[in-house]
């Protein structure tokens, strides 16, 4: 499968694989500029990118669990299911639920998602919801037939500027 979602600038996404090949296995999709990979240590590879980033680079998702999909509304369900057990918040903890789409124009709407998905982690959690500024984002990569999941916090993003979510 994959643990990490990597998108090229546009038409650099050769030249991305190539870089990045040498650290674990990567390959493309069906999605323009858009690689996923599977590597044993994303700590050593963010640092390895931090030292030395790759010029083609413009952002990385690390994905902790990859949900295999048929139809999206059976999608929802399962990540109805799934999102408590991602959203390990700190109490007082601020949050957001972010969905990315690629593909499923007209099945999947990340608006609704978001929401839908959001108000789980709330009417379980009551943490607050930051759309600006959270300080842990719940994401979802949805992609062909499968659907990345990762939480990813504020401090993770201020250590490795690559890593950014829509």
Known sequence: MYNLIITAYRGEAKYLLKELSKHGEFKTTS????????????TKLFKKINEEPPLSLARAIPINEVVKFKEPSKLLSTLKKKVLKHAKLKTKQSFRVT????????KVNSHEWEQTLGKIVYDKTKNPVSLDNPDVEIVFE??????????????MKKKYYFIRTK
Request: glycine share 12%.
């Open 31 to 42: 999605y323009r500029d858009v690689l996923v990979g599977e590597v044993k240590s994303l």
């Open 142 to 155: 949805v992609m062909s037939d499968t659907c990345g999941i990762t939480l990813i916090s504020k401090a």
């Open 99 to 106: 969905v990315e789409r690629r593909g499923w124009k007209g």
